[in-house]
């Protein structure tokens, strides 16, 4: 079946005239219409959110496509392209939910954070605010965003800014050592996570087993250690630089950090074995089920899938043999 697609432009631009001014700057309302039930062919799937127990959004960082896809991941319909215009995208890196229908897309190149709408079997770009382009992760508590910025000047993993954008402070000071700034930026990049229930940010050191929990005002409320990690040995070098000892067995690499139930949150890794040159890299995950309250480790498990989000019930994945590929479906 084809979607009209005149009927569906008037439906985005009506659609975005009632969302334009609730983040940002407008944009021109960017909707491209597919047939449903085409298979996407993704590229590089950076990540999901889950919109409802049958619908999904994902974006692929290589063709810069955001996708809206049902639970048997048939297409329903995709929004934006490569380039630096209204709608569109150049390094497409993380989603952030910012309410019901809502997703902001992180374009760090573009220094912008881009809003998508999903509206029946719609999805639109309706805003954007500027961000700085050294973002990895982000995650929305009220009307504070709190951005995985680390900031080498101060010790901050986390910086906090308004819905606009404005950078309002920072949270999750930590003692990042004394070595040259491209050292110590290691040891605060990290994956987030904002606990609603709890009022709670959680930060994940990307390269190190740490996670910790801090509350609104940045008091630092606990401390855990990721068994089973497979860490990195990061040094300085003579030339204030920083280098990479890769181990044999595998490298880990925290990834996501989201609620999951209740008191409890999952914080995702993946272990990677570099390949030779012009080869592909092995890939599983990690998945660490944590209690949100203590921090105390609940378990973790290890397979080829990796977990990109938790919506109730329902989860979704990414597999990538033999080809990329998301799966939603019940817990």
């Avoid at 919109?51 to 999904?56: K, L, P, T």
């Avoid at 760090?108 to 700085?132: E, Q």
């Avoid at 982000?138 to 009307?143: I, Q, S, T, V």
Wanted: with cysteine.
């Amino acid at each position: 079946m084809q979607h009209d697609t005149s009927t569906l432009v008037a439906l985005a631009v009506a659609l975005a005239a009632v969302s334009l001014g609730t983040f940002g700057t407008p944009l021109v309302a960017q909707e491209v219409a597919a047939t449903i039930g085409a298979p996407p062919i993704f590229g590089r799937i950076a990540d999901a959110k889950i919109m409802s127990a049958d619908r999904v959004v994902v974006v692929d960082e290589q063709d810069q496509r955001i996708w809206y896809l049902d639970g048997r991941g048939r297409t329903v319909a995709t929004a934006g392209r490569r380039g630096a215009g209204p709608g569109e995208f150049l390094l497409t890196e993380r989603l952030v939910r910012m309410d019901d229908s809502t997703l902001g897309v992180v374009d760090r190149r573009n220094a912008r954070l881009t809003m998508v709408r999903v509206r029946r079997d719609t999805i639109l770009t309706t805003g954007s605010v500027r961000i700085t382009p050294f973002v990895e992760d982000a995650c929305r508590l009220g009307n504070t965003m709190y951005l995985a910025f680390p900031d080498v000047a101060t010790g901050d993993m986390v910086t906090t800014a308004g819905i606009d954008g404005t950078i309002t402070g920072h949270l999750g000071r930590i003692d990042a050592g004394v070595g040259p700034p491209l050292l110590r930026e290691a040891y605060l990049r990290a994956a987030i996570g904002c606990l609603p229930g709890r009022n709670l940010v959680v930060a994940a050191s990307h390269f190190f087993p740490t996670v910790r929990a801090f509350d609104l005002a940045g008091r630092q409320l606990w401390t855990a250690e990721l068994p089973a990690f497979r860490q990195i040995k990061i040094e300085a070098t003579e030339k204030g630089g920083r280098r990479f000892t890769y181990r044999p067995d595998g490298n880990s690499g925290t990834e996501r950090v989201f609620p999951v139930a209740g008191d409890t949150l999952a914080v995702v890794t993946q272990i990677a074995w570099p390949g030779a040159a012009g080869d592909t890299a092995t890939i599983i995950g990690v998945r660490y089920l944590l209690d949100a309250s203590t921090g105390r480790v609940l378990g973790h498990t290890e397979g080829p899938e990796r977990l990109l989000d938790v919506w109730g019930a329902t989860e979704v994945v990414m597999v990538e043999d033999p080809e990329p590929a998301v799966i939603l479906r019940r817990r």
